[in-house]
Each structure stands twice: as structure tokens, then as C-alpha cells.
């Protein structure tokens, strides 16, 4: 495994767990416009798509591994958002909201799109 691919993934995934698994107390309350939430969810599940499709997914000829590429976008695009969504409904004044799963698997299929869009620009990103 790469670990410059690597390190960026889970810092940025250990980052979401304790942004979004934290008590809502807990937190600062700042003033945002109107759903501001649900583009800082769809944003933060870009960017881990985005990550997570850089790791293991090439080959030593930059070959996408598609398998791998899969999994990747099956974990970090559909089960992981859903599962932190789900799991916030046991976290004190946090909520579990369909429109923020929306707005995690939205964020998710742009993060994808986004790397195959540089990994066929033959970009230095991926």
C-alpha cells in the first residue's frame, strides 16, 4: 500500500468520524446560511471519496484496478456515509436526516467523477 495515498484517506476519514460522531453540545454553534450543513456534507464525502479512490486502485503502470476502484467507491461512497448517518441517532443531540445521507452520496459520486476526470487528464492529483 502506498502510504502517501494512504495517510491523506484516513486522517481525513478519522477526521469525518470525530466531526460528525461528536455530542451536538459539544460543538460550536455558528450562524450559516440555510443548509449550510448539507453542503458541508456533501463537500467532506467528496474529498473521502476523492481520497479513498487514490488508494490501492492503480497499478505500478497506472492502470486503474477496477475491483479495487469498487470496493473503494462501495465503502467510502454508500456504506461508511450511510453508517455514520445512522449512527449519529445515538450520539446526544446529534440526528439522523435522509437529506444528509442525499447530500453524502452526492459528494460521494462527485469525489468519484472528480478522479476520473484527473486520472484520465493523466493529472498529478491521482
Not at 495517510?7 to 477526521?15: C, D, E, I, K, N
Not at 440526528?95 to 462527485?110: H, K, R, V, W
Request: charged share 15%.
Amino acid at each position: 500500500m502506498n502510504l502517501p495515498r494512504l495517510l491523506p484517506a484516513v486522517v481525513w476519514l478519522l477526521f469525518i468520524l470525530v466531526a460528525l460522531l461528536t455530542p451536538g453540545n459539544s460543538l460550536p454553534n455558528v450562524p450559516l446560511f440555510p443548509y449550510a450543513d448539507k453542503l458541508i456534507h456533501f463537500g467532506v464525502f467528496g474529498i473521502l471519496t476523492f481520497l479513498w479512490c487514490r488508494v490501492g486502485t492503480m497499478d505500478g503502470k497506472k492502470k486503474l484496478k477496477k475491483g479495487n476502484l469498487l470496493t473503494n467507491i462501495l465503502v467510502f461512497t454508500i456504506i461508511f456515509p450511510i453508517l455514520v448517518e445512522y449512527l449519529q441517532m445515538y450520539v446526544p443531540n446529534r440526528s439522523f436526516e435522509f437529506e444528509d445521507i442525499a447530500a453524502n452520496l452526492i459528494g460521494g459520486i462527485i469525489g468519484f467523477i472528480g478522479f476520473i476526470i484527473l486520472y484520465k487528464a493523466n493529472s498529478r492529483l491521482v
